[in-house]
């Protein structure tokens, strides 16, 4: 079994409470503002009492509203209603992941692609399982067929913590990058010929900004029967705190998971379901006016770090930015370091997302900060490197 590595990495929560916010590139959710009639809806579901346990899968409501947002954006049909169930709503995408790793990853393991995100491999680990990784190539960070399919080859016959499943994170955290179908094409090959699991998180699908599509793995052939989709609301409607997400599949899969959902939290929030149930769909031009907002983030920022001497990955989504640090500062921990002393602004530190050296010298910045926040704490950096 391999666990965690001993390499020392930086903690983002740490870093977080280190700066403040007015420098705070750090941690991975949006801050900007809920939208006005999100709140309002909150607190008419809470005025009107509706703040008692509700069905562990979900409110109705939220529910419909879910499977109306996949057909309309994923094209993937399923039903609010079916036994056994298709969809559960979580307490975030954190939430549907703790039930997968309890129901189907105890004494197994699953791959990550690095650079990864941590809390794929600390959730399966904590629930009694075990992660492998397979760095992605390059720069341009792309996933070799082969290496993959001699990876799986190894683990899936090993006698302790064979491989059970394959995490797909599409657009990725930290860096961003959104899998091309032939890929996805490639993972939903190895996942077919070694009868493994896909969990596919797409928490990050709204960000996309690209010429390059968001595709859910899921409606592959070959992949509905082989897939479980985890999502969240926290990062698309500002609300991260709230603690909803989704998870959906095909009722042998999904339905299973509803019993360590059930015990692990009983409910997602009640008052808070029923009012995202009442926006979710409304707008149908809230999501293009998100990327749209995002694409001003981020060419701003781009255009800034590449000016400071940053070397920017096109990754073609736009929540975060993944860059290497200018030359001559040594590796991005240090780097980071230096930022925080002199300017009181912070990102992560690429060592975070790794196990090996090779990603050392980049950083992720988290972009979903206001406008006036953003550009201050971009100023900030550029403060601190005129003061080498």
Known sequence: ???????????????????????????????????????????????????????????????????????????????????????????????????????????????????????????????????????????????????????????????????RAIIVCTPVNPTGKVFTREELESIARVCEEFDLLCISDEVYEHYVVGDRPHISIAILPGMWERTITVNSFSKSWNISGWRLGYAFGSGELVSPLNNANNVFYVCSPTPLQKALAEVLMADESYYTGLRERFITKRNVAVSVLSELGFQIYDSGSAFYVWARIPEGYGDAMKFNEMLMTRAQVAAVPGSAFTDNNAWDNHMRLCIAREDEILYGALDKIRNALKDK
């Open 1 to 163: 079994m391999k666990m965690m590595t001993a390499k020392i990495k930086p903690d983002i929560r740490q870093i977080t409470r280190m700066v403040p916010a007015t420098g705070n590139l750090v941690q991975g959710q949006s801050e900007l503002a809920i939208d006005p009639g999100l709140a309002q809806a909150a607190s008419e579901m809470i005025a009107a009492s509706q703040n008692h346990y509700s069905p562990a899968e979900g409110v109705a409501e939220l529910r419909r509203a879910v499977t109306q947002k996949l057909s309309a954006i994923n094209r993937i049909e399923i039903d609010a209603d079916a036994k056994p169930l298709e969809l559960l709503i979580t307490p975030g995408a954190t939430g549907g992941l703790i039930s997968i790793a309890q129901t189907f990853l105890r004494k197994s393991s699953a791959l990550v692609f690095e650079p990864y995100y941590p809390y794929h491999r600390r959730i399966i680990e904590e629930l009694g399982g075990a992660t492998e990784i397979l760095s992605l190539r390059g720069e341009d960070l792309e996933l070799d067929e082969d290496e993959l399919r001699a990876r799986c080859r190894e683990l899936k016959t090993r006698r302790e913590y064979p491989l």
